[in-house]
């Protein structure tokens, strides 16, 4: 089972901004540490330069680990670039070109890129894999797919966003294939063997990787 651990250090202890982000960098090398597939760094609130910094910490803390962690931005390539992430996440509603822009970036560097794509619907998974097939950059192992939501979820005390169920999953896995699926949206340690069951190649969340549950998917 892949596992994706996305970051949102307002959901962490401490008195102010300073210390959460501590905590956020202590924790990503805590991740790493016990052999996390993936770390999506998701701070959108950041200035660039704050969100530089924060990559770059984060990208050392796991690497230190010496693990086989890969580190994906959900934010600018360039920044990831600069970071030495190993990647990018992307929003649904990026521009067409946005993965290719982002490979062609890194490539020019000498470097590979790991890119994950936001899909809601089977429309949005056919076109990230259509993107793949025409990015010269992309394979299936540097390419992912986060398909959400899956079960109902509440962000931020908003009205509950209605999951799309297992079925949809299982319909994604199988228009994507060869490119991984992660189940994103609801996720548990209860009702994470489902999602495999569904054709996913692993999980994505946020809340689940703030508990002690986790270790047990591995």
């Not at 905590?23 to 540490?33: D, F, H, R, S, Y």
């Not at 025409?134 to 931020?156: D, G, M, Y």
């Not at 896995?173 to 209860?190: M, Y």
């Given at each position: 089972m892949l596992l994706c651990a996305i970051t949102d250090r307002s959901l962490l202890p401490g008195p102010n901004?300073?210390?959460?982000?501590?905590?956020l960098i202590t924790l990503a090398a805590e991740?790493?540490?016990?052999?996390?597939d993936y770390i999506q760094i998701r701070e959108k609130d950041l200035a660039p330069a704050d969100l530089l910094s924060l990559t770059k910490?984060?990208?050392?803390?796991?690497?230190?680990?010496g693990t086989h962690?890969?580190?994906?931005?959900n934010g600018p390539a360039t920044i990831a670039l600069e970071a030495h992430a190993d990647g990018i996440h992307l929003p649904s509603n990026t521009s067409l070109n946005a993965a290719s822009d982002a490979s062609a970036l890194f490539a020019?560097?000498?470097?590979?890129?790991?890119i994950s794509h936001a899909c809601h619907s089977l429309y949005e998974v056919l076109r990230a894999k259509e993107e793949s097939q025409r990015n010269p950059h992309a394979t299936t192992a540097n390419t992912l797919i986060l398909f959400a939501p899956v079960f109902e979820k509440t962000i931020h005390g908003e009205t509950p966003l209605p999951g799309l169920g297992l079925d949809a999953?299982?319909?994604a896995a199988e228009t994507a294939r060869p490119i991984p699926v992660l189940a994103l949206g609801g996720i548990t340690r209860d009702n994470a063997p489902a999602c495999l069951a569904a054709g996913a190649a692993g999980i994505a969340a946020i809340r689940l990787f703030l508990t002690n549950d986790w270790p047990s998917l591995k």
């Amino acid at each position: 089972m892949l596992l994706c651990a996305i970051t949102d250090r307002s959901l962490l202890p401490g008195p102010n901004d300073d210390a959460r982000r501590a905590a956020l960098i202590t924790l990503a090398a805590e991740w790493a540490a016990r052999n996390i597939d993936y770390i999506q760094i998701r701070e959108k609130d950041l200035a660039p330069a704050d969100l530089l910094s924060l990559t770059k910490e984060i990208v050392a803390g796991v690497r230190s680990c010496g693990t086989h962690t890969r580190v994906l931005l959900n934010g600018p390539a360039t920044i990831a670039l600069e970071a030495h992430a190993d990647g990018i996440h992307l929003p649904s509603n990026t521009s067409l070109n946005a993965a290719s822009d982002a490979s062609a970036l890194f490539a020019s560097a000498g470097r590979d890129i790991l890119i994950s794509h936001a899909c809601h619907s089977l429309y949005e998974v056919l076109r990230a894999k259509e993107e793949s097939q025409r990015n010269p950059h992309a394979t299936t192992a540097n390419t992912l797919i986060l398909f959400a939501p899956v079960f109902e979820k509440t962000i931020h005390g908003e009205t509950p966003l209605p999951g799309l169920g297992l079925d949809a999953l299982h319909a994604a896995a199988e228009t994507a294939r060869p490119i991984p699926v992660l189940a994103l949206g609801g996720i548990t340690r209860d009702n994470a063997p489902a999602c495999l069951a569904a054709g996913a190649a692993g999980i994505a969340a946020i809340r689940l990787f703030l508990t002690n549950d986790w270790p047990s998917l591995k």
